[in-house]
């Protein structure tokens, strides 16, 4: 007689990267040093997925490319849609098919220590909808997974941006829930320090918001100061739940830190969820 087989659940050694970022921030570059630094260290090779379906040049090679499945073009010209429609269309019909995927990475994720997710350059369509969050869903229940929040550092020196960016990446945190990490990039041209003071330090940050509204240089209507200090508080207590990592894609500084952090998300992850 022949046994039943049953196929064991794979245990997972990859942790999961979901890369996300504004456009702008240096989001393709960050995963082409990400590769390039997992080829030259002692890791294996990542396994890569694309979800940009309108990337017209990859500096990397994805194992999995949404293009290979679906034409962002011709979806446009089917549906009649404008370019951010096609986008988001194309991940909805690449999302129907994601279990499929999914098997594929689950095969491969007991023998790569990474699985690399790389999001599309308009961040809404990845993290404001429904096909964004089953995907995210669908990578956190396979294996352990976190998110890398890509910030442009130089553009995001001024308070008020600053604070704007991070309750961004607050409301990505609330809507995953997964093991966070801000990714500071650019450092090459601008370090990260002042950040990582504003993040440790409430009143500082406090004082940088009121100095730059008495210079006269972000004013508006008196409730503000107080809406800012609420806002401030929801950061500070945002920050207690993350990870901050400066880096350059350029120049591959800080990327032993990443994946140090990576590490402690991972931790994380096996803990909490
Ligand atoms: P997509 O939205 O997916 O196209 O990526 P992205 O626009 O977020 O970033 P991309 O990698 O195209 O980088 C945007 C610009 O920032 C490019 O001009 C890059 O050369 C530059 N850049 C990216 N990373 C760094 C960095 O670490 N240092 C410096 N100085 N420039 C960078």
């Known amino acids: 007689t022949t046994q039943p087989t049953t196929t064991p659940t794979p245990s997972p050694n990859a942790t999961g990267i979901i890369v996300i970022g504004m456009a702008g921030s240096g989001k393709t570059t960050f995963m082409q040093r990400l590769n390039s630094y997992l080829h030259t260290s002692a890791h294996k090779q990542p396994y890569i997925l694309n979800l940009d379906p309108a990337v017209t040049h990859l500096p990397f090679s994805a194992n999995i490319d949404i293009r290979d499945t679906v034409d962002y073009a011709e979806v446009m010209k089917q549906y009649n849609l404008g370019p951010n429609g096609g986008i988001l269309t194309a991940l909805n019909l690449f999302t129907t098919k994601f279990d499929q995927v999914l098997g594929l990475v689950e095969k491969r994720a007991t023998e790569v220590d990474y ?52 309750l961004y990446a607050c409301s990505i945190l609330y809507k995953t829930r997964l093991p966070f990490i801000l990714v500071f990039n650019k450092t090459d041209v601008q370090p990260h320090s002042f950040a990582l003071e504003w993040m440790r330090d409430f009143e500082a940050f406090q004082e940088a918001l009121l100095s730059r509204r008495n210079e006269g240089g972000e004013d508006g209507p008196g409730y503000m100061d107080s809406l800012m200090n609420s806002m401030s508080l929801v950061l500070d207590e945002f920050y207690k739940h993350l990870r901050a990592v400066g880096v350059s894609a350029m120049t591959g500084e800080g990327m032993p830190e990443f994946f140090q952090a990576v590490d402690e998300a991972r931790e994380e992850y096996l803990k909490d969820y």
């Not at 809404?124 to 910030?151: K, N, R």
Request: one cysteine or more; charged letters at 10%; glycine letters at 4%.
């Open 115 to 166: 699985v690399l997710l790389d999001t599309p350059g308009q961040i809404e369509i990845f993290t404001w909808s429904a096909s964004g969050a089953i995907i995210t869903d669908a990578m956190a229940s396979a294996l352990p997974t976190c998110v890398a929040y890509i910030i442009d550092t130089p553009r995001t020196t001024s308070p008020a941006t600053f604070m704007s960016n991070m």
